[in-house]
């Protein structure tokens, strides 16, 4: 069982490096960019964004690839430690308050992100080093990033339940609407299998209070104060994920009654509405899963059982593996990130769609299998009939994008070429860091 | 006229093919071509484009193909004077960027038009639901009667600090975890408690069922044991079922000799008091005792007893009583092994160790920790001989299917344990075999198959030490001359049957080799140290290698 589930590794790794390709070669290809700086930067995050996911499973997957904590010299560990924390906030902030419309409109304000991120890591670890006194667990770097989940909730929420019509050619209603299709792409990228806990903090269940990172251990280490700190930042964290999800479930049901009644049109935000309800019944059945005692996690989530190991192939594993870089590859297309024009670019894209086809196919699969044992043979035949029905088609026309995504956009108002540069460093750096370090060490 | 409905039923290509045909925009999905369609059929194509309205226009710049953005300033600059209003009427057709250049607020972007309710509702409910989960985890984990900073405060210096004896600040008599102790209702020393309960629970889990106590009855304790019957007693041997030499001695029989004692002072003995030395009251009149461990096949090594009192107090939180404070070459007990296991259960992979996996070189997760093993194979009178080792890799390959590592992988030497008979009695089964003792696999023994192995597997201890030759008194000999000295290596080689002395000899400088010649010849400087190795050989046999003393070179020596 296990090493079918094993497989979903090698087919998440391989299709977010065909993704990474794809978006990378529209992104870097040489000739004249026609795209403006958000379309740009976004691209940039995006690719970014798929280089963090890559080398995450790189390094699970390929322990040479990363530090050797038993070997390494401390300094190193410690510098990888920081370059990892530093990419991955730094790319999940600026994706959702930099792009398409930026809430940080002053380099200053970028700069000042960033210094704060890095004090942030900086007291989240020295809270849990080794000769940490006071010993506590600190969380104030994802208190930030849930800080700006907010505002990128906000906007989403906002263009679900209330959406500017679409004949309304305004100026307001084209930021609303660009923002939000925006919005609730980055958060479908973004999500965290922490959403998995959106019932467990108002349950008050351990698999939400009392599985990493959320766990409260600072009143035994700390002390009280220190208790307060840990509960106040992990109500917050917890509280987010738990809003949001509530938030955007209640949004979604709404908003496709509302699609029913031709209300609002059906868009972008209907396919979210869709998987967001899916990961709902996921969510539903990974809590109910926890609360029988059907599966067990430990305090880590590693699953201790075999219904365990398939609630999480199913919930984190099929998020991973396949949403996550579909959405990526979706979100870059659909919002004209890069720029598909001629034939040959068409040609690409469908070979793009092609594979992106096949993996969902074999990630399915995979997953069926483990599930209900059926023969390759009848599954080999339902792919080449679902394959030849030219459903990649249909995925084409998804990640078409509308005319208003290619063409509408806000001219940064600063140094456009400076943002860009200082934003890509920040991010590169630390990348290029923990991947020197990893193969080195 | 075409209907939405008709239009949608139609694949792409035909939908760009009309969109074509009515000289409208060909990009985009079916649903927008659809619409565009539709609306070019009720109005001109010209109008059908995207129609800003006038506030928006103008608020915009629209960026023809040729336009290119200030790095500067970040304001448009259209290179194509001329292509402004052309871009507008046709933008939707062309593609053409619409850059407008005052971003939107934020409060639009988050709250749409009216932020204000929107946003306030999404605080208030957020608000809500952190205070819900604050408290709801607070008054369960936090509240108590009294202060609650207090008590949790408490609770962390006795149960995690001061009273935790696995933090380096352990200190139960602080004054500090007395009163915290005393707040929280428990015992200031209630860790050493625990560790001790946890212990003796330990210790009474892997206690015998009665019939597998780990103890046998010796022959000299039946002796006794039959003498205090007959004397003292007033019964005979069929009261413990007439037991022989080597045949467990149950909890019944220790029920029946506390039910003798206990009218004479004793009936507490456990079955420890009754080994040699044992602390019953009747220890004076059975001077050698009337039980022992029963054999397991294996040894406590001194460095297995080292390797274990440190690992105790380092990892354990123990001492080597927990195993009866064993000695050199005392049996390692089943109770031995379960105790081992119980402590290594608590880590990752732990607690399912066999004997051999105690073995140096052996199984064990915690192997890294002890390389020298904790226990050695018990002897049995028997080595593996020289032709042995080979004669049964032979027999193996050839006839039984199995290599020598169902052997463990033995060497000449190794003691042929009672394990490696019974899987010599496993293999010879099936082929009328499985009866062999260990003498059986001398050579010329008993053995069906000694034919097969003229020379046997197997030699006796007393013969492996007859055969191996020796040596002793191992010195540095120097031979002084004017230029270069030349050391030779003294010593006395034994050999029982007078072979010939074929010893091999290796030379150390500085305690790092030097050669593996007879005799070393070197110039060397004042304060070098010079020992040489023999190992004994008589052309059959290798013996124990003994080393010389350190020689250290002087002035007078150059």
């Not at chain 1, 079918?4 to 998440?12: H, K, N, R, V």
């Not at chain 1, 509308?402 to 940064?412: C, G, I, L, Y």
């Not at chain 2, 467990?248 to 003995?269: C, H, K, P, R």
């Amino acid at each position: 069982m296990t090493e079918g589930l094993d497989l979903l590794d090698d087919i998440g790794l391989v299709l977010s490096v065909f993704i990474l390709l794809f978006i990378s070669y529209f992104h870097l290809r040489p000739g004249e960019d026609k795209r403006t700086w958000d379309r740009r930067m976004g691209a940039s995050l995006v690719i970014w964004l798929l280089l963090y996911f890559v080398l995450r499973r790189m390094q699970t997957l390929v322990p040479t690839t990363g530090i050797d904590y038993l070997t390494a010299d401390t300094v190193f560990i410690s510098i990888s430690g920081y370059a990892s924390s530093l990419n991955f906030f730094y790319t999940h902030l600026f994706l959702m308050l930099l792009v398409p419309i930026p809430f940080l409109r002053k380099s200053w304000q970028i700069a000042a992100l960033g210094i704060f991120v890095f004090i942030a890591i900086h007291i989240d670890r020295t809270a849990v080093a080794a000769d940490a006194d006071p010993f506590y667990n600190s969380m104030l770097t994802y208190v930030i990033i849930m800080a700006a989940v907010l505002v990128c909730f906000a906007t989403g929420m906002r263009f679900l339940i209330n959406p500017p019509a679409i004949d309304d050619k305004s100026v307001e209603a084209l930021a609303m609407r660009r923002s939000g299709f925006f919005a609730l792409g980055t958060i479908a990228v973004v999500m965290d299998n922490m959403i998995f806990r959106a019932i467990g903090f108002l349950a008050g269940t351990g698999n939400a209070w009392w599985t990493f990172p959320t766990v409260n251990y600072s009143g035994a280490t700390a002390g009280y104060n220190y208790a307060m700190v840990t509960l106040a930042e992990m109500t917050f964290i917890l509280g987010v994920f738990s809003f949001v999800m509530i938030a955007f479930g209640l949004g979604s049901i709404y908003h496709i009654i509302q699609s029913i009644r031709k209300k609002h049109p059906v868009s972008l935000a209907t396919v979210f509405s869709g998987y967001l309800l899916f990961i709902w019944a996921l969510i539903i059945f990974r809590h109910w899963a926890w609360v029988t005692g059907y599966a067990t996690w430990d305090m880590s989530e590693m699953p201790m059982d075999a219904n365990a190991e398939i609630i999480t192939a199913l919930s984190d594993g099929f998020s991973f593996h396949l949403i996550y870089p579909t959405i990526a590859l979706l979100h870059a297309v659909k919002f004209g990130l890069i720029t598909i024009e001629s034939e040959r670019d068409q040609k690409i894209l469908r070979l793009v769609a092609l594979c992106v086809m096949v993996a969902i196919t074999a990630v399915f699969t995979t997953l069926l299998e483990v599930i209900i044992p059926i023969p390759d043979l009848v599954l080999a035949v339902v792919c080449g009939l679902v394959l030849a029905t030219g459903w990649e088609r249909h995925l084409i026309d998804a990640l078409e994008p509308d005319e208003e995504m290619k063409t509408v956009s806000w001219a940064w108002p600063g140094n456009e070429r400076a943002m860009t540069w200082g934003v890509n460093l920040m991010i590169g750096i630390p990348f290029v860091v923990k991947l020197l370090l990893g193969v080195v060490y | 006229m075409r209907t939405e409905k008709d239009l949608m039923n139609l694949k792409k290509d035909e939908l760009i093919e009309i969109a074509k045909s009515l000289n409208i925009d060909t990009s985009g999905t079916k649903a927008e071509l659809t619409t565009r369609i539709l609306a070019s059929e009720v109005q001109p194509a010209g109008e059908a484009g995207q129609d800003f309205d006038e506030a928006t226009e103008s608020k915009i710049d629209i960026e023809s193909s040729d336009a290119t953005m200030s790095g500067e300033e970040g304001i448009i600059e259209d290179e194509s004077e001329n292509s402004g209003e052309a871009s507008v009427e046709s933008s939707a057709e062309s593609s053409q960027d619409i850059i407008f250049d005052e971003l939107p607020s934020r409060w639009l972007i988050a709250g749409g038009l009216r932020p204000v309710p929107y946003l306030s509702t999404l605080a208030v409910v957020f608000i809500l639901m952190f205070t819900y989960g604050f408290n709801d985890f607070y008054s369960v984990q936090y509240a108590v009667e009294g202060s609650d900073k207090e008590y949790i405060d408490c609770a962390r210096i006795t149960y995690h600090s001061l009273g935790d004896g696995n933090t380096t600040d352990y200190d139960p008599t602080n004054q500090a975890n007395i009163d915290c102790a005393e707040l929280l209702g428990i015992s200031p020393n209630w860790w050493q408690e625990d560790m001790d309960a946890w212990l003796q629970s330990m210790l009474d889990s892997v206690s015998g069922n009665g019939n597998e106590t780990g103890f046998i009855w010796t022959q000299v304790g039946i002796d006794t044991m039959a003498y205090l019957g007959a004397s003292t007693f007033n019964a005979n041997m069929s009261v413990y079922g007439d037991p022989i030499a080597g045949d467990e001695f149950t909890e019944q029989d220790l029920a029946i000799w506390n039910g003798y004692t206990a009218t004479m002072g004793g009936g507490n003995d456990t079955i420890e008091d009754l080994l040699v030395g044992g602390g019953s009251p009747f220890a004076i009149y059975m001077p050698m005792g009337i039980v022992d461990y029963k054999p397991t096949g294996f040894l406590w090594t001194q460095a297995g007893i080292d390797t274990m009192a440190y690992l105790g107090a380092s990892t354990f939180n123990t001492n080597m009583s927990v195993f009866g404070d064993p000695s050199n070459g005392d049996v390692f007990t089943a109770q031995h092994l379960a105790v081992w296991n119980g402590f290594a259960a608590a880590f990752p992979g732990g607690g399912t160790d066999t004997y051999e996996d105690l073995l140096p070189s052996g199984g064990s997760p915690f192997a890294i920790y002890m390389p020298q093993g904790i226990v050695e194979h018990a002897p049995t009178g028997y080595f593996w001989s020289h032709p042995g080792v080979p004669t049964m890799a032979y027999l193996g390959s050839s006839t039984f299917g199995a290599n020598m590592s169902v052997f463990a992988d033995p060497a000449p030497g190794d003691v042929f344990t009672a394990q490696h008979l019974a899987v010599w009695n496993g293999f010879t089964l099936q082929m009328g075999g499985g009866n062999d003792t260990i003498a059986d696999l001398l050579p010329g023994g008993a053995s069906p198959f000694a034919i097969y192995m003229p020379s046997g597997i197997v030699i006796t201890e007393a013969e492996w030490t007859n055969q191996t030759p020796s040596v002793s008194n191992v010195t540095v000999e120097v031979n002084g001359t004017t230029n270069t000295t030349m050391f030779s290596c003294g010593y006395i080689f034994s050999d029982a049957q007078g072979d010939s002395d074929n010893s091999t000899i290796i030379w150390f400088i500085n305690n790092s080799y030097a050669a593996n010649t007879s005799t070393y010849s070197a110039n060397l400087t004042n304060g070098t140290t010079i020992a040489c190795m023999v190992t004994p050989y008589d052309g059959l046999y290798w013996g124990v290698s003994i080393e010389s003393q350190d020689h250290l070179i002087l002035a007078t020596e150059d």
